[in-house]
């Protein structure tokens, strides 16, 4: 195991590198998704106010 540690040490940091990245990714996305669902909203709403009139 001595041997491998090197490798397996660079192995795990890079996936807890990879695994950091994609939630950022899966965030950022999170945050664009929620801002998009408030435009919509707003837009439906307005939508009804005028149906009703």
Not at 10 to 22: A, G, I, P, R, T
Not at 25 to 53: G, H, K, M
């Amino acid at each position: 195991m001595r041997e491998y540690a090197d490798l397996l040490r660079q192995d795990f940091e890079n996936y807890l590198s990879e695994v950091s990245d994609y939630i950022g990714c899966l965030d950022q996305e999170r945050v664009r998704a929620f801002r998009e669902a408030q435009e919509v909203t707003e837009q439906y709403q307005r939508f009804i106010e005028i149906v009703r009139d």
